[in-house]
């Protein structure tokens, strides 16, 4: 669920009913110090679902972002609480990492609510997310602003990655089923043949039996490395948001989606996928120089690598405002990258 932390949005005035004011104004306002006899909030949705809210209160100044997870109708309403809690959670567990401060921060949770339609309530970062500057390369020629955050997202994901080392191996299997629910929804939705759907199945067996991909150590993954959970600061301090998918992974997870949703910008936007080559090479090149014997890391990484940007294209083939040309295209992708 991505949410954009960005420049302040356009507001608009919530109702007096309102009883997620009631309960900023009584109860998170006194924790962040702040003591008002008439609070003044003002709200917008920061995306279409209207499960992400921005809220101002005019007087202090104080901006929240709170999400609802009550308003996830595809889930349980065990579920809604189970997913609250643990990016509550997540959060906390990186900023107690070290990750609260410049250069690298997890967004600050304050507080969460499972009463108040499972309510999460985080500060609003501040800044642009890593898409603003992807939007300006490839429009705008702006390629420089994109290489530099990029260059800082790599450096925060190899510190989480090596920080965040856990005590035993990938589970690929798990990752193989996940492979394999979003093919079947892609078979289901249209957007790929029966038998295209069968090849993909063939060539992740085929990833099975390659046990580099069940030798490494799993590690602290963000999740989710999509363009727009990733906030950057003029000051070129990053804060990460969106943590309800953290989990111990192949740290090829995050740089595989990352790598995906970098050549999926670039052929939507202007038609030329390749376009993105340059600034992924560049990326796995800074990250890898963060580890000894850059070189042998890069090579490991980049060879798992095109399973899991293979899953990252597949992913992003499952959202249905893409065109129906454009998804079967990043099948077509997919299946390029995992022909062995």
């Avoid at 993954?221 to 301090?237: E, Q």
Wanted: with cysteine.
């Amino acid at each position: 669920m991505s949410i954009h932390h960005q420049k302040t949005p356009h507001i608009i005035e919530p109702t007096v009913e309102d009883p997620v004011c009631h309960h900023l104004a009584t109860m998170v306002l006194p924790k962040e110090g702040i003591e008002l006899e008439l609070p003044d909030f003002r709200r917008a949705a920061l995306n279409k679902q209207k499960t992400v809210y921005f809220y101002r209160e005019n007087k202090s100044g104080l901006c929240l972002v709170c999400k609802f997870f009550g308003n996830r109708h595809e889930l349980s309403p065990l579920d809604r609480q189970e997913l609250l809690q643990y990016e509550f959670s997540s959060l906390h567990t990186l900023r107690k990492m070290g990750f609260c401060g410049y250069p690298h921060r997890a967004v600050r949770p304050i507080e969460k609510n499972e009463q108040l339609n499972c309510m999460l309530v985080e500060d609003f970062a501040r800044g642009r997310d890593l898409d603003y500057f992807l939007k300006k390369a490839a429009y705008k020629g702006k390629n420089e602003k994109l290489e530099r955050r990029l260059v800082i997202l790599a450096d925060f994901l190899a510190r989480l990655h090596k920080e965040g080392t856990g005590n035993v191996d990938v589970d690929f299997e798990c990752l193989s089923e996940y492979f394999r629910h979003i093919r079947h929804g892609l078979v289901a939705d249209g957007i790929m043949s029966i038998e295209t759907g069968i090849e993909l199945d063939q060539l992740c067996r085929e990833w099975e039996r390659d046990p580099t991909m069940h030798e490494t150590r799993s590690v602290l993954v963000h999740g989710d490395a999509t363009p727009t959970n990733f906030i950057f600061d003029p000051d070129d301090g990053l804060t990460a948001i969106d943590l309800e998918r953290m989990r111990f992974a192949d740290p090829v997870y995050d740089l595989g989606f990352l790598a995906a949703e970098l050549r999926h910008h670039f052929a939507w936007r202007i038609l030329k996928a390749d376009a993105a080559e340059p600034f992924i090479t560049r990326f796995f090149r800074v990250y890898c120089e963060q580890f000894p014997d850059p070189g042998s890391v890069f090579d490991k990484i980049t060879h798992r690598n095109r399973f899991y940007m293979a899953l990252g294209e597949l992913r992003i083939a499952r959202n249905a405002w893409l065109s129906p040309g454009h998804r079967k295209w990043l099948v077509e992708e997919a299946i390029g990258c995992l022909r062995l």
